[in-house]
């Protein structure tokens, strides 16, 4: 029994390191808070002024698209297509490169 109470006795002596320990760490992050925690001015606000320059801007761009178009709104292209024979093409160019490919595994 006397191993036991070795044990108590130094379980004891860590639990009273770490407390100390943890007591240091807790310091160490109110100094830390104090010094990078709040700020005092507050940061990333923009001007009246600027927001308003940002937004007439923006109107003006609007403007210029609107003025493109003749129904007042952005009317989008239409989609190219490929014809017939150019797909035969490119599928026939895609199925001589996996040819190639399919060779190439074979002969290493």
Do not use: C
């Not at 698209?65 to 599928?91: Q, W």
Request: cysteine-free; hydrophobic content about 45%; glycine content about 8%.
């Amino acid at each position: 029994m006397t191993n036991l109470g070795g044990v108590v006795q130094i379980l004891r002596k860590e639990h009273d390191r770490l407390s100390k320990e943890i007591k240091a760490i807790g310091v160490a992050l109110s100094a830390f808070g104090a010094a990078y925690g709040k700020r005092t001015a507050p940061r990333g606000r923009m001007s009246a002024a600027g927001r308003a320059r940002i937004a007439a801007a923006q109107r003006a761009r609007w403007a210029k698209v609107k003025a493109r178009s003749d129904k007042g709104y952005v009317v989008t292209p239409k989609k190219r297509t490929l014809s017939a024979a150019a797909r035969k093409n490119i599928a026939a160019a895609q199925r001589a490169r996996w040819a190639n490919v399919k060779a190439a595994k074979k002969s290493s």
